[in-house]
């Protein structure tokens, strides 16, 4: 079957500007996640769906990040007023559960000149 | 601060020998503990899990370790093949069987394991 699929694959941006990054996630996961890996680094938790809601958003770094989930499928992560330091692989992940393996996606690489 | 630590950063290994990665971790919430390896322009794959019931779990070529008091943990790959170059991820999660937590995964920066010929 299918696994998680993100799109765009690779996206570049002007700082201040605004960027939607989209996650199909597999057929029937209920659990959805979103990490950020910057150069260098591991990824980093944003936030997780459970359903269409947002158990927990913790890991959003501020407000100009936001997620939405509305049919508990297909998520969105939104970023507005962009800026360099957002410049990373934006990475998707869904598990049957909650407390399940969770599988990845290929990833979002976001440039912000 | 790094709650999960990888502090070897690369690591190279002669084919048909042991790799043995290390993960150190601090948050003692910590209970259940997984592998993830990652190729270039790809997500990470999930190789293998502990949870801290358990000391060792083995899968195939992957065994993984657990020492609670030491905070540590490691992955043995035997024998190394060359398509097991790669990035290796450890990754923890919190209370995961009381169900209170596993939501996001906590990772460590990576080892670059080489398998050289």
């Known amino acids: 079957g299918a696994g998680v699929s993100q799109t765009p694959s690779n996206k570049v941006t002007e700082k201040g500007k605004y960027v939607e990054l989209r996650c199909d996630p597999i057929?029937?996961?209920?659990?959805l996640y979103w990490y950020r890996q910057s150069l260098g680094q591991g990824p980093e938790f944003l936030i997780y769906?459970?359903?269409?809601?947002?158990?927990?958003d913790s890991g959003l770094p501020n407000d100009r990040f936001f997620a939405v989930r509305p049919e508990g499928s297909v998520s969105t992560l939104k970023i507005q007023r962009t800026e360099r330091g957002d410049s990373a692989v934006y990475l998707c992940a869904s598990s049957p559960g909650r407390n399940n393996e969770q599988f990845f996606g290929p990833g979002t690489r976001l440039t912000v000149l | 601060d790094q709650q999960v630590k990888q502090n070897s950063p690369s690591l190279s290994v002669q084919e048909g020998r042991i790799s043995i990665l290390n993960c150190d971790y601090t948050n003692s919430m910590f209970d259940y503990f997984l592998w993830y390896k990652k190729y270039p322009a790809e997500g990470p794959t999930f190789l293998i899990s502990?949870?801290?019931?358990?000391d060792k779990n083995e899968d195939g070529r992957f065994t993984v370790f657990l020492n609670k008091s030491a905070k540590h943990l490691s992955l043995h790959i035997v024998p190394s093949q060359p398509g097991d170059s790669a990035v290796y991820f450890c990754a923890a999660s919190p209370l995961h069987y009381s169900g209170g937590g596993a939501d996001g995964l906590t990772f460590g920066k990576g080892t670059h394991l080489i398998i050289q010929p």
């Open positions: 769906f459970q359903g269409t809601g947002a158990a927990d």
């Open positions: 502990i949870s801290s019931i358990k």
């Open positions: 057929s029937g996961h209920t659990a």
